[in-house]
């Protein structure tokens, strides 16, 4: 087990604490919000690296289904408390029949991931030829990097084993692992210490803490 699941084993148990908290709830807002605008309306899809299913609880609804898969088990213990339909892995859908996924996203997941490119290739040849496919990341440029940054300097259970990206990074992946990118959002466009957050969807910019993109 590597050190980075191994991080998200530990914290599993308050993880979604953060989303209780007052600038925390607005983060969690702001960051659905981004998705929901990004993802299909219908249809079945799958969000890599869904830990405790928070966001995946939220984004279902009758006309969409979202398939949890995450390498944490103690993570993906609380998504099926949620009744979320679950898998443990590594983002491998080759047990998922290749006309199954519509769409497919991940949230503050990149960060942690040894080989991107190779995950989105592995997506993009396990789903439907017309899927869509959403990273929502921490801006590097913004002041919520610098601050994750600093966090995960300072020893940070989770935070240490980061590495964060810019949006030229995060498209010229996309690009090497096949797909077109076909729109970029951010949000969380005020300052971390600010405890009022914007929440509005802006186009990408070095003050919006996370961006956002969709690729086809």
């Given at each position: ?5 191994k991080a ?64 944490s088990a ?143």
């Amino acid at each position: 087990m590597s050190d980075k699941i191994k991080a998200f084993n530990t914290v599993a148990g308050f993880y979604d604490d953060w989303y209780n908290h007052p600038q925390g709830k607005q983060v969690f807002e702001a960051e659905k919000k981004a998705v929901n605008h990004m993802i299909p309306q219908r249809g079945v899809g799958v969000e890599i690296g869904a830990g405790t299913g928070v966001f995946a609880e939220s984004l279902t609804t009758e006309d969409r289904t979202i398939i949890c898969v995450d390498p944490s088990a103690e993570m993906l213990r609380n998504a099926k408390e949620r009744d979320l339909p679950c898998i443990l892995g590594y983002g491998d859908f080759i047990s998922l029949r290749k006309s199954l996924i519509d769409f497919s996203y991940m949230i503050t997941v990149l960060e942690f991931l040894n080989d991107p490119i190779k995950l989105f290739r592995e997506i993009k040849d396990n789903s439907k030829k017309t899927h869509v496919f959403s990273v929502l990341f921490i801006n590097s440029e913004s002041s919520w990097g610098d601050l994750y940054r600093e966090i995960g300097a300072k020893g940070d259970t989770v935070f240490q084993h980061a590495k964060l990206y810019s949006i030229d990074e995060v498209s010229e992946a996309l690009k090497k692992a096949g797909y077109v990118v076909s729109d970029v959002k951010g949000t969380l466009n005020s300052d971390p210490m600010n405890q009022e957050v914007d929440g509005n969807l802006v186009e990408p910019n070095k003050m919006s803490g996370v961006l956002i993109v969709k690729a086809e």
